[in-house]
């Protein structure tokens, strides 16, 4: 009876190149020989079979590959007829969305043990959602056959990737400066159409391609589809592949602008995730550059990367062309789980128009929103991830249950109260803090690193305040305005109404550093605190903690602090800082006070803005110039030779100046203008 229904089920997906996600509730025998008889009936139309999570393999098959609950991200690039999903050791919906997306036009998806493990909250989501699926419980009535009509999808998708192809192979060999933006929603052929292109262009003539992405993992399909196109090419390594003198290679965003290697074309993939001013660098660094990113659902930050980025961008280069892959190519439009699966982890989450109504601050109302409230209106929950997938690339489905399960977690909205309550901006906050003071004492030496406490457990160990983890905190993990509304300090007031009514000793943020969003902080009156030194592998940025004292004893200690961390980075900017960028620099050290200069130091500089003494007789004074007056005027000169301890030829490295005497000229006169602060 079930096997008979399932075939029937497949069969209708084939012949409309869809797929349907089917529910099997019941024991495990019956589960496993309900699948068992399936696979036997229908074994000429599955080559592949995958399976997410389960203590063991579901069913036998000799074509299937079985990964964790968790590692659904390591079957991107590849493509199945068949995927059980069994969630009765634990339900990754991070992992479960990147899974969705291997099974292609024809296939189904079977879900086993979704009912099991999960909090109080996210049980319910979870349940509610997977009700929506084919669902076939054990000795019960079989459901109606869902009804589909056929569209002819297949064929515009490859007119579509067709086009895209040769868009791309124009930018190499058409006109310098004249960049492609590539946009697409999931499953739409964007990876697969930069594949196609390098692996033809390798076989033009003797070329570099460099593809850079925020992950290894992002480019995989590009090279899979490279490698299917040139018979010649070979996989040299995890992140190159070569084709005679010809070569495909991945860089990091971070490593690309530190090294600049020479390219004929670079790539740029999933473009969105990485921030603003580094694709501006690699925009003047690269005349032939693809952009390609998805800009719908988790992986892209959307409207926020069309808004900014390609606004500059079509500034910066006229000749800016773009492509929308629309059309899916792995499935047709309008595919039942792929409807489902966008309903299911908010992927379908849009933006609602706020440009028609003028915002007011004194007409917004902020408000904690219950976890139950979620669950109750989904509609309200759409549009508060629709603002927080805009503004953070990093926004997962996993965030959901994460609000929805831990108390910890609380969101906090700002509406416009003009009758219809729209929603103007959200606040994600993550409780730390009120450790024992037992468990500080073994942070602080190293032994332990308690979850969910990020910025308390990092002050208490790398900083050596024992209160930053006894005393209560509230971490701001995301922040959101509506683009319709930025730049109204709409952002300042919602932390404004955070501090004030917060119970807590001092608030905190960590991110990814940029200077625009340092100087967002700091106007809210957080004090920078500590400073990565290595770069995040998925922003390409150090990551910053800042904090704001709401009582008397954490502002004593964030003082503290705050004037150690400028002090500290000045000390690391010859070794592990030595890349941080200039103006960030200048950003991160505008609040300290330093030395005063004496008398007799004022006369020795004095002399040497004039042409006098050497840069040696007094190199350990220079630094003493910078104040809170003077740090804003840094020339990239003055941090390269005197905070980065660069010999002359490095330090005018990207300016334009030619050589150590002409260097140093500039620099002696910059001396004097910094000595006109100064008093003798």
């Known amino acids: 009876m079930y096997q008979a229904y399932l075939s029937e089920l497949s069969a209708l997906a084939a012949n409309h190149f869809c797929r349907f996600g089917v529910v099997l509730k019941g024991d495990n025998a019956w589960k496993h020989d309900t699948l068992t008889d399936y696979l036997r009936a229908n074994v000429d139309s599955v080559e592949a079979i995958f399976q997410l999570g389960g203590k063991a393999q579901t069913v036998e098959h000799e074509n299937i590959t079985c990964v964790a609950a968790h590692k659904g991200l390591a079957l991107l690039g590849q493509e199945c007829q068949v995927l059980i999903c069994d969630f009765s050791e634990g339900y990754d919906a991070n992992s479960f969305s990147a899974a969705i997306g291997t099974l292609v036009g024809g296939g189904l998806l079977f879900v086993v043990g979704f009912d099991e493990g999960l909090g109080e909250f996210s049980q319910q989501w979870v349940t509610q959602v997977f009700s929506e699926l084919i669902f076939i419980e054990q000795r019960e009535e079989l459901p109606l056959l869902p009804y589909v009509t056929r569209e002819g999808d297949v064929v515009n998708a490859q007119h579509q990737q067709q086009i895209a192809v040769d868009n791309i192979k124009k930018v190499l060999n058409g006109h310098r400066k004249r960049p492609l933006v590539l946009t697409a929603n999931r499953g739409r052929g964007k990876s697969s159409s930069l594949g196609i292109a390098a692996g033809q262009l390798l076989m033009q003539r003797k070329m570099r391609i460099l593809v850079t992405a925020p992950k290894i993992a992002n480019v995989e399909p590009v090279f899979s589809h490279a490698l299917r196109v040139e018979p010649s090419a070979a996989l040299k390594s995890k992140s190159q592949i070569v084709a005679g003198d010809s070569s495909l290679e991945f860089i990091a965003p971070d490593e690309l602008l530190l090294s600049q290697p020479e390219c004929d074309l670079l790539l740029v993939d999933e473009a969105s995730a990485i921030p603003l001013p580094m694709l501006k660098a690699m925009v003047e660094r690269y005349h032939r550059i693809v952009f390609s990113t998805t800009i719908h659902g988790y992986e892209g930050c959307g409207r926020g990367f069309t808004l900014k980025f390609l606004t500059w961008l079509k500034i910066h280069r006229p000749g800016t062309?773009?492509?929308?892959?629309?059309?899916?190519?792995?499935?047709?439009?309008?595919?039942?789980?792929?409807?489902?699966?966008?309903?299911?982890?908010?992927?379908?989450?849009?933006?609602?128009?706020?440009?028609?109504?003028?915002?007011?601050?004194?007409?917004?109302?902020?408000?904690?929103?219950?976890?139950?409230?979620?669950?109750?209106?989904?509609?309200?929950?759409?549009?508060?991830?629709?603002?927080?997938?805009?503004?953070?690339?990093?926004?997962?489905?996993?965030?959901?249950?994460?609000?929805?399960?831990?108390?910890?977690?609380?969101?906090?909205?700002?509406?416009?109260?003009?009758?219809?309550?729209?929603?103007?901006?959200?606040?994600?906050?993550?409780?730390?803090?009120?450790?024992?003071?037992?468990?500080?004492?073994?942070?602080?030496?190293?032994?332990?690193?308690?979850?969910?406490?990020?910025?308390?457990?990092?002050?208490?160990?790398?900083?050596?305040?024992?209160?930053?983890?006894?005393?209560?905190?509230?971490?701001?993990?995301?922040?959101?305005?509506?683009?319709?509304?930025?730049?109204?300090?709409?952002?300042?007031?919602?932390?404004?109404?955070?501090?004030?009514?917060?119970?807590?000793?001092?608030?905190?943020?960590?991110?990814?550093?940029?200077?625009?969003?340092?100087?967002?902080?700091?106007?809210?009156?957080?004090?920078?605190?500590?400073?990565?030194?290595?770069?995040?592998?998925?922003?390409?940025?150090?990551?910053?903690?800042?904090?704001?004292?709401?009582?008397?004893?954490?502002?004593?200690?964030?003082?503290?602090?705050?004037?150690?961390?400028?002090?500290?980075?000045?000390?690391?900017?010859?070794?592990?800082?030595?890349?941080?960028?200039?103006?960030?620099?200048?950003?991160?050290?505008?609040?300290?006070?330093?030395?005063?200069?004496?008398?007799?130091?004022?006369?020795?500089?004095?002399?040497?803005?004039?042409?006098?003494?050497?840069?040696?007789?007094?190199?350990?004074?220079?630094?003493?110039?910078?104040?809170?007056?003077?740090?804003?005027?840094?020339?990239?000169?003055?941090?390269?030779?005197?905070?980065?301890?660069?010999?002359?030829?490095?330090?005018?490295?990207?300016?334009?100046?030619?050589?150590?005497?002409?260097?140093?000229?500039?620099?002696?006169?910059?001396?004097?203008?910094?000595?006109?602060?100064?008093?003798?």
């Open 321 to 680: 062309s773009e492509q929308h892959l629309d059309a899916p190519f792995r499935w047709t439009r309008h595919d039942p789980l792929e409807s489902w699966h966008y309903r299911a982890m908010l992927l379908d989450a849009e933006l609602e128009l706020l440009s028609d109504v003028p915002i007011q601050i004194s007409q917004l109302t902020w408000r904690r929103v219950d976890k139950q409230e979620l669950l109750d209106d989904i509609d309200f929950s759409r549009r508060v991830f629709a603002l927080l997938i805009n503004a953070h690339y990093q926004t997962t489905p996993n965030d959901l249950l994460l609000l929805l399960d831990d108390e910890s977690y609380q969101l906090s909205v700002c509406q416009f109260n003009n009758g219809s309550q729209r929603l103007v901006g959200c606040v994600l906050t993550i409780r730390e803090g009120e450790l024992a003071p037992e468990l500080v004492a073994d942070i602080q030496l190293g032994r332990r690193r308690p979850k969910g406490h990020l910025v308390a457990a990092a002050i208490a160990n790398h900083c050596g305040i024992t209160q930053a983890a006894t005393e209560s905190s509230l971490r701001v993990s995301r922040i959101a305005v509506h683009p319709d509304c930025q730049g109204q300090g709409i952002g300042q007031w919602m932390l404004n109404k955070l501090t004030s009514e917060s119970k807590v000793a001092y608030l905190s943020t960590s991110f990814g550093v940029t200077t625009e969003l340092a100087n967002f902080w700091r106007r809210a009156g957080f004090l920078s605190v500590r400073l990565g030194t290595q770069r995040d592998g998925a922003s390409g940025c150090y990551s910053i903690m800042m904090v704001k004292a709401n009582n008397d004893v954490c502002h004593q200690w964030a003082a503290v602090l705050s004037h150690h961390f400028e002090h500290n980075i000045l000390a690391l900017l010859a070794n592990s800082l030595s890349q941080l960028e200039p103006d960030l620099l200048v950003c991160l050290l505008s609040n300290s006070a330093y030395e005063a200069l004496t008398d007799f130091e004022i006369s020795l500089l004095s002399h040497y803005s004039q042409g006098g003494n050497s840069y040696d007789s007094c190199a350990h004074l220079f630094g003493k110039l910078i104040n809170e007056t003077t740090v804003a005027t840094l020339s990239s000169l003055f941090i390269n030779r005197v905070l980065k301890k660069k010999a002359w030829n490095e330090a005018i490295i990207g300016s334009a100046l030619t050589g150590k005497k002409q260097a140093e000229q500039r620099f002696r006169t910059e001396i004097g203008q910094l000595l006109d602060h100064f008093t003798v």
